[in-house]
């Protein structure tokens, strides 16, 4: 076991290393300069066309699903515990400079996770026969924008079998958090995750996407105002955990306490990998998701990059951070994961402020696991086609997707977030040649939306939906 931890260990610190982080920031900031800075800056223009739209009955468009309930699936991705054990584990071991890099990464990964949604609009499909959604994933678009359908068959098989293993670290976070807070044992704690997930995802994409809707704003909100109350009770200390935050980002961190200090390599490495899987910008996981949106325009939908963006990373990721800074946590214990930040709440609210914790980590580890069980059906959906089989093949994956979960809870948290940083680098890796090969064609939806089809809405006309038929170049109106 501990020469297949080292060789994962060892494999993830090439591939996260400086050629996957400089590329990863390199491409978001192209891309923003491209964008010119609309996802970052024009705020009050985005958040009027994504959270200022959640309550609306009927938009405009073709899809399976609303652009609000497609996003709620999109942010049970996001919102999980990458954000709390995620976060957590990035401290401990790059140090409380991983934050900025976390930061920096989440501003200019905006722009990548737009270009995300737009290709997933470009090149879904309409899925009649088998299940009435629309979908896409990596492999829709290898084969829609390349032809390459061999390619596309490979990577649908190694998304569908692997992907599962990702929520490993959900199910270890749940443990362990919900044990430090309750006593309550593991085996336990997993049977309830898999039976209720079990039976959220047996109903499909309506299914989920109306739990998640739910739960995901509720929980989110929720967990922001605990860690408002934290950084309120320490209001003082924070000019000086925000300079330590930018000092640590560019300069080592020396070890204290149980803290084993970082260099700025450790920083950069943990903060952009963690945010990655955090935001899961740049993963491809935002093609998915908001393929089934019903939209006017493909640009419409890519604004909830943004809206998805700036929530999970430059605010509930940031609230984790400093809770665990603030109380010090990171180097008076040397509890790791969602334990580490259970144990920081707890130090400010006492018992229950743990308990709280651990009610948070497990509801949305638990929304993870079904916001990530959609991305993987795509997989079995497009190796199968549009047919009877794709539709008995769910049914059974339904159980396999859960057995990684349930069975491998108790594996030590530093080699489950090893695989997984393997696993996202490879989905990186994939998803920026799509976003590089079609950059052009992005900028041209892009610059449709700037050009004719938003003026010509504010100026009170009413201009046609777009959409965007997978198999040719042109637009159709």
């Not at 390199?26 to 491209?34: A, D, E, N, V, Y």
């Not at 399976?64 to 942010?75: Q, V």
């Not at 992005?442 to 198999?471: H, M, T, W």
Request: charged share 15%.
């Amino acid at each position: 076991m501990e020469s297949i931890a080292n060789f994962l260990y060892a494999l993830d610190d090439i591939l996260w290393g400086t050629g996957m982080t400089v590329i990863l920031i390199g491409t978001g900031i192209l891309l923003t300069l491209r964008f010119r800075f609309r996802y970052q800056f024009r705020f009050l223009f985005n958040i009027k066309n994504t959270y200022g739209r959640m309550f609306e009955k009927k938009a405009p468009g073709h899809g399976t699903i609303s652009g609000f309930k497609a996003a709620c699936t999109a942010l049970a991705n996001t919102i999980g515990t990458g954000n709390i054990s995620g976060v957590a584990t990035a401290i401990v071991s790059g140090g409380p400079g991983a934050l900025f890099w976390m930061w920096f990464s989440a501003f200019f990964g905006m722009s990548t996770k737009a270009c995300e949604i737009i290709i997933g609009q470009r090149y879904r499909e309409h899925y009649k026969n088998s299940m009435d959604e629309y979908v896409c994933d990596r492999s829709f678009a290898l084969k829609n924008a390349f032809g390459w359908k061999k390619g596309a068959i490979v990577l649908a098989l190694f998304c569908f079998i692997l992907g599962p293993w990702t929520c490993c670290v959900q199910t270890e976070a749940v443990v362990g958090s919900v044990k430090e807070a309750f006593g309550v044992s593991g085996l336990v704690t997993v049977i309830i995750i898999g039976v209720t997930c079990l039976l959220t995802i047996w109903g499909g994409l309506r299914s989920i996407s109306a739990v998640m809707s739910k739960a995901v704003p509720i929980m989110s909100m929720l967990y922001i105002l605990m860690g408002l109350g934290v950084i309120i009770l320490h209001f003082k200390e924070i000019p000086g955990v925000i300079e330590l935050i930018i000092v640590s980002a560019f300069s080592p961190t020396a070890a204290v306490g149980g803290f084993a200090g970082a260099t700025v390599k450790d920083a950069i490495q943990y903060g952009v990998a963690r945010g990655i899987y955090s935001n899961d910008a740049g993963t491809g996981y935002g093609m998915i998701a908001h393929a089934s949106a019903i939209t006017d325009h493909p640009v419409r939908q890519s604004i909830w990059g943004f809206g998805e963006v700036f929530l999970d990373t430059m605010i509930i990721c940031s609230i984790t951070a400093f809770t665990i800074i603030l109380t010090g946590s990171y180097y008076t214990s040397e509890a790791t994961s969602s334990t580490l930040t259970t144990i920081a709440f707890s130090s400010v609210y006492g018992e229950v402020g743990g308990q709280l914790t651990a009610i948070a980590v497990a509801v949305l580890a638990w929304t993870t696991i079904i916001g990530m069980y959609y991305t993987c059906e795509k997989s079995v959906n497009y190796a199968f086609g549009d047919s009877a089989t794709n539709k008995k093949m769910m049914t059974f994956y339904k159980i396999y997707y859960l057995i990684p979960c349930v069975i491998f809870y108790n594996v030590q948290a530093d080699i489950l977030w090893a695989l997984t940083d393997i696993l996202s680098a490879v989905y990186v890796a994939i998803t920026l040649f799509i976003i590089a090969a079609k950059h052009k064609e992005i900028f041209r939806i892009f610059d449709d939306f700037y050009k004719r089809f938003l003026p010509a809405q504010e100026r009170g006309e009413n201009p046609p939906v777009v959409s965007f038929d997978c198999r040719k170049t042109e637009e159709k109106d």
